[in-house]
């Protein structure tokens, strides 16, 4: 027995751009959060100029139970999320929606890995 669950997914060939940007993916997670019927506590993305860390961005949804959050390198097609959840909520249910909408938005994106880590076990 677990209590608690994480989900982990890799992408390649992300096709971020002015209007699919971090800001994009952090309302996305936002949206699969709301959806997913799990409580938001905070959220934040920090965009990366390349100045000091390569181009792309950091999201976090902090949740009350745990937390969603989305790292990318843009000149890369980089992108990796993790969804974690220790009450009721279901991270399978937010992966599948933030899922959804990156293959509807992003003709040639790949998922490359997925997986499911029970936490807490008991």
């Not at 669950?5 to 060939?13: A, G, N, R, S």
């Not at 949740?63 to 009721?88: K, M, P, Q």
């Amino acid at each position: 027995m677990s209590h608690g669950k994480q989900i982990c997914v890799d992408y390649v060939k992300c096709d971020f751009n002015e209007v699919r940007n971090g800001q994009w993916m952090l309302e996305l997670m936002r949206y699969a959060v709301k959806n997913a019927k799990v409580r938001e506590v905070h959220s934040h993305v920090e965009e990366f100029d390349g100045s000091e860390s390569p181009p792309g961005f950091a999201a976090v949804v902090l949740l009350d139970e745990s937390h969603v959050s989305a790292h990318c390198y843009y000149e890369n097609g980089l992108l990796a999320i993790d969804a974690f959840t220790c009450g009721t909520g279901d991270p399978s249910a937010i992966i599948d929606l933030i899922h959804e909408k990156l293959v509807s938005e992003m003709k040639n994106i790949e998922e490359v890995s997925r997986n499911e880590i029970k936490r807490f076990k008991q």
